[in-house]
């Protein structure tokens, strides 16, 4: 194997679908770390046109020093193509390309990528391989571990998909040298997320930092990109088909959503609607109770210092519960949120009165 | 409960996705075998615009009966129909409702009904309960046991689906009273495909009882849709993700879809096409000698006495071939067919020469 560095290998541990991380800068040419995983010398490339030019020649020369051949699809960048016409696409070329049902599905991409390469991946002749290649901050910290896919519906983001982990996640966190400053700070807000809910040294490392991070130092990215894998992977352990604990990954995703609903997909980032998402969750916490008021400032600072929005837009308290009771974690009528009850430690709450809501939302 | 005709019940074993068939005269209407499936007090019921005169407005009541209220959504008719945009719709109107992740989906119709409501719940917010109510011969025998769902593509049939379980399947032979005749028919091709593969005894009942299931003997009909869901359920519980055994019920299959394609969905009725397909199947079978020339002569009179097609359209070879290799049966570029080595026992077989594929599509 060629030196690879500063490359590190966590698992996630899901019995029979128990799969392998493979972290470093570099790793996207490593072609040992392809073959396990392609036994039958083909496999089927989902991408996008931003990041084609920039790695689908090197995963293409990766692939084939592994004596593997693809067919390769290249999709439209941009939450907005992450519905059923572009899903359509992805079936179209897997099925022009002859990819039978034990053709892998590789996803070259950011967060979009891998929801929409992996759903295909779950109902393409009712389910085939899936490799994750993920090159923005948000996939590789996030989207590419746990196995959740969807595509959104007009009436609501994420409403369509599939639980369908993948073989192997290969990060490079090499490809983050070419990631929008913008798209960078949006995959800091969920990195920052794995630490406000689950690990309060993480939270301190984070704070210590976050030059390093914004600078883009290699070991700084290994580090925090480990480490939410890590975490990450342990919830998911736990509750793989999300119907206990994993929700608390959710934190800030139930004011995100609605701040993504209500401007339209790609006007905020994700990761920005879940900043903002994250600093209402933590004032309502205080709010509710459960969190001591200079903790939640110090929530909103760190986002700040990130570079994120720490504020929601200007919709109305009415909107927003409109919004957020379309959200799939809404059941039996009530919304629930994720509150902190402290940094590193987060709880499930529902039916919270208006009074604590609208306050933390700014409308009083 | 009420007193039910003929009631019987199986149980298809697959661990903690096991689930009951109920069987019988108007179980349709029965309260108590929905209750137990729909705990939170709501479904939503998804049928189409033939089915929905006939038989919603009694599902309705039965639900209701035992305090379940529904949000109903009614697609158009027919295989047509069986598309990215009709599951959009079916998406759109369990969003619009309120559906959550734990509201149950009825499918209340035959198999394309069954299939879309199916894939609808393994997708809806990654997956809802489901629960099956077949109205057609085809659906009762077949496509509502094993948990297939899919939805086609322009270019092949079912090629994007999911493996998802009911929670119960609730069989009412007395909807076949109004089962136009050539779908009557197209069901019993199904049924025959049961036998021919698994069980000579039941092929010889169906010889001796073929005018009474034409005629629509509720007692006849009841022994043969049970004897063909245990005859399912045992393969389904032995081969869940059709990895090995659940290939032979693609017996007439691999020929069927490549009708089916070439025709356009809808101008042969998928059992007819399946018919056609296990005569040829047959006499390939005989072809590479491991049937004897008359029981292929015997399958093809039966399939004759039910009223159904014993020739495919005139295909070329090459078309035939070509249609085939793109169906999700192949696998590394060789075609696989499902063959009989007698009545009630069958095969896979891979690579077989031009000559007796030629012979048995009556192109020489």
Redesign the interface.
């Given at each position: 194997m060629k030196d690879v560095r500063g490359m590190t290998q966590l698992t996630v541990s899901l019995g029979e679908r128990s799969y392998p991380i493979h972290i470093g800068s570099g790793v996207l040419d490593e072609p040992e770390l392809y073959r396990p995983h392609i036994p039958?010398g083909r496999a089927a490339v989902v991408t996008n046109d931003v990041v084609a030019p920039l790695y689908l020649a090197r995963l293409r020369s990766a692939l084939a020093a592994a004596g593997i051949a693809c067919v390769e699809i290249v999709l439209p960048d941009g939450e907005a193509h992450k519905d059923?016409q572009t899903l359509?696409r992805i079936?179209?070329g897997l099925?022009?390309g002859?990819c039978?049902?034990?053709t892998p599905i590789v996803a070259l991409g950011g967060g979009v990528i891998g929801d929409m390469a992996g759903?295909a991946a779950?109902?393409?002749?009712?389910?085939v391989p899936f490799i994750q290649v993920p090159t923005t901050l948000l996939a590789q910290v996030d989207s590419s571990v746990g196995g959740?896919t969807?595509i959104n519906?007009?009436?609501?983001k994420n409403?369509?998909?599939?639980?369908h982990q993948p073989r192997a996640v290969i990060t490079d966190v090499g490809t983050l040298g070419t990631l929008p400053e913008r798209e960078l700070r949006a995959g800091l807000a969920e990195v920052i997320k794995h630490g406000l809910i689950l690990d309060a040294e993480f939270v301190a490392w984070l704070e210590a930092s976050m030059e390093r991070l914004l600078a883009r130092d290699a070991h700084a990215l290994v580090h925090a990109v480990r480490r939410c894998c890590e975490l990450k992977a342990e919830v998911v352990r736990t509750d793989e088909?999300?119907e206990g604990l994993r929700a608390i990954l959710n934190f800030g995703h139930t004011f995100g959503h609605a701040i993504e609903t209500a401007m339209g997909y790609g006007s905020w980032l994700h990761g920005e609607a879940v900043a903002a998402g994250m600093v209402i969750a933590a004032r309502l916490s205080a709010e509710a109770g459960l969190l001591a008021r200079a903790d939640a400032e110090r929530v909103r600072r760190l986002i700040e210092r990130a570079g994120l929005p720490t504020d929601g837009p200007p919709l109305a308290y009415e909107r927003y519960m409109e919004l957020m009771?379309?959200d799939?974690k809404?059941?039996?009528g009530s919304i629930r949120f994720v509150l902190l009850e402290g940094i590193g430690a987060a709880r499930v709450a529902a039916d919270l009165s208006e009074a604590p809501l609208r306050r933390a939302l700014g409308q009083p």
């Open positions: 039958g059923w359509d079936a179209d099925l022009a002859r039978d049902r034990r759903f779950a109902i393409y002749q009712r389910g959740k969807a519906h007009v009436r609501g409403m369509l998909g599939a639980f088909r999300e009771a379309v799939k809404a059941e039996r």
